[in-house]
C-alpha cells in the first residue's frame, strides 16, 4: 500500500519501531508497508540519530533549545494535558520525555502541577488501585477481539467499533468503525488487518453472534478462522473479565475518545479512529509495559494470510464424513450434530484412549467428541463439545 500524507508520520513511525524490533524482517516490512527497501533505511538512519522527529521534513520541524525553564516545563505539562485530558502524571511525563524532554521533574512534581491548575479531582485519584496482570510470551500468540457498545450517529445509523487487541504487546491491531455486527463485515475487517499483519495463533472472542452462538455451536465466521489456521477462543459466559484487555481497553477508548466528539457517520468515525490508534500504538504510554509503548513490544506474525483458502489436509485412512445440509453427519449407523456452519465440509473422525469416544476434527482442529455409548437423547444423536480447546478460563 502506498503512503498518504495524512498518514505519512504515523506510518514512518510504526515502521522503524516494527523494524527495530529483535530479528524483524526489515526487507519483509519494507513490502508489507509499500516502500523500498532503500527508502526504509533511510528512515531507520533518520530515527536513529534523531529520534520520532527527525521522520518529519526537516525544514518543517525546528530545532529545540535543549535548556527549559521551570514555567516552560510546566507550560508543556499542561499543553499535553490539554490533548490527553484522561491521561496521569506518569503518561504525561514518559511521553514528554519520549519526545525528547530531558529537563522533566519527577512524577509527583508533574502530579502537583496538575493539582494547582485543577486537573485532577482527588476523590478520583484516591480510587485507583494496582491489579494483577497477565499476558501471553510473544506476540501475537492470542488477539482479543470484540465489539465496544455501539452509538447513534448524528446523521441517522449507528456505529459499531470493532476493536482487534494483541495480548502479549496490548498494540491495537485494528480499531474500525462498522456499520453492523454481522459475519461478512468482520471477515472484511479481519482480511485487511491479516494481510497486513499476517494471522495470529488464535483469538479470543465473546460467545455471542457473530464468532459464536452462544450455545457452543460455530459460526461461518469461526469455520473461516479455523480454515485460516486461526483458533478459536472463547470466554466463559457470563464472565467478560476473560477479555480483561479488551473490556479495559473499551474504558480507556471511551474515556480518550468517545466521550469527547460528536459523531456524525461512520467514515467520520473512521478517521478519528485512525488517529486514536496512532496514539495509542506510537504515542500513549502504556502502565502494563512500564510505560512504554504498545509498537515497541509488537512485530508482525510470520504467518501470512492466505487468500486461497487452503485445503484441508487428512492422513491416509482417515475415518472421514461429510457434514450435510442440516450440520449432521452418519457415523456407525447413527446421526450426529455437528453444526451447520459447516455444511458441505469434511470432518475426520479419530479414536481416542477411551473406549467408544472418537474425537471429531475438521483438519487439525478437534471440535467436540462423541460417545457412542451415550444414548440417543437429542433429534441427531449426541456431539459433545470439548470446552477446554473453545474455551478459555482466566488465570
Request: aromatic residues 8%; positive net charge.
Amino acid at each position: 500500500m502506498s503512503w498518504s500524507i495524512q498518514d505519512l508520520m504515523s506510518q514512518r513511525h510504526e515502521f522503524v519501531l516494527l523494524a527495530n524490533q529483535p530479528g524483524a524482517n526489515r526487507a519483509a516490512l519494507c513490502r508489507c508497508f509499500g516502500i523500498s527497501r532503500k527508502t526504509g533505511y533511510k528512515w531507520l538512519g533518520r530515527y536513529r540519530t534523531g529520534g520520532a522527529g527527525a521522520l518529519a521534513d526537516r525544514s518543517r520541524r525546528p530545532r529545540q533549545s535543549p535548556r527549559r525553564t521551570p514555567p516552560l516545563v510546566q507550560r508543556a505539562v499542561l499543553g499535553l494535558r490539554t490533548q490527553h485530558p484522561a491521561w496521569g502524571p506518569r503518561k504525561l511525563r514518559r511521553r514528554l520525555a519520549d519526545l525528547g524532554r530531558t529537563d522533566l521533574p519527577a512524577p509527583s512534581t508533574v502530579a502537583a502541577i496538575l493539582r494547582r491548575a485543577g486537573c485532577i479531582d482527588p476523590g478520583e485519584a484516591a480510587g485507583h488501585q494496582p491489579c494483577q496482570r497477565f499476558e501471553r510470551t510473544r506476540p501475537n500468540e492470542l488477539w482479543q477481539m470484540d465489539f465496544k457498545g455501539h452509538f447513534a450517529l448524528g446523521r441517522g445509523g449507528r456505529c459499531h467499533p470493532l476493536t482487534v487487541l494483541d495480548d502479549h504487546s496490548r498494540f491495537l491491531v485494528g480499531l474500525q468503525a462498522c456499520g453492523d455486527e454481522r459475519g461478512d463485515t468482520v471477515r472484511a475487517r479481519l482480511i485487511a488487518l491479516f494481510r497486513r499483519y499476517g494471522l495470529p495463533e488464535a483469538i479470543l472472542c465473546d460467545n455471542g453472534s457473530p464468532w459464536g452462538s452462544g450455545t457452543g455451536e460455530h459460526t461461518a465466521l469461526s469455520v473461516w478462522l479455523l480454515r485460516q489456521g486461526v483458533r478459536v477462543l472463547h470466554g466463559r459466559p457470563r464472565h467478560p473479565q476473560t477479555q480483561g484487555k479488551d473490556e479495559r481497553f473499551h474504558r480507556t477508548l471511551q474515556a480518550e475518545l468517545l466521550a469527547r466528539h460528536d459523531w456524525p457517520d461512520t467514515a467520520r468515525a473512521q478517521r478519528r479512529f485512525n488517529g486514536y490508534r496512532d496514539v495509542y500504538n506510537l504515542e500513549r504510554p502504556h502502565e502494563a509495559l512500564a510505560l512504554a509503548v504498545p509498537a515497541t513490544r509488537y512485530q508482525p506474525s510470520t504467518r501470512p494470510y492466505a487468500e486461497i483458502l487452503p485445503p484441508l489436509r487428512y492422513e491416509p485412512g482417515e475415518l472421514l464424513r461429510g457434514v450435510k445440509s442440516k450440520g449432521e453427519i452418519t457415523f456407525r449407523h447413527r446421526f450426529f450434530y455437528i453444526g451447520r456452519a459447516f455444511t458441505g465440509l469434511l470432518v475426520a473422525m479419530r479414536p481416542t484412549t477411551t473406549e467408544h469416544c472418537f474425537t471429531v476434527c475438521l483438519g487439525a482442529h478437534r471440535l467436540g467428541r462423541i460417545d457412542l455409548a451415550q444414548p440417543n437423547d437429542r433429534p441427531f444423536g449426541n456431539c459433545f463439545p470439548m470446552l477446554p480447546l473453545t474455551h478459555i478460563i482466566p488465570s
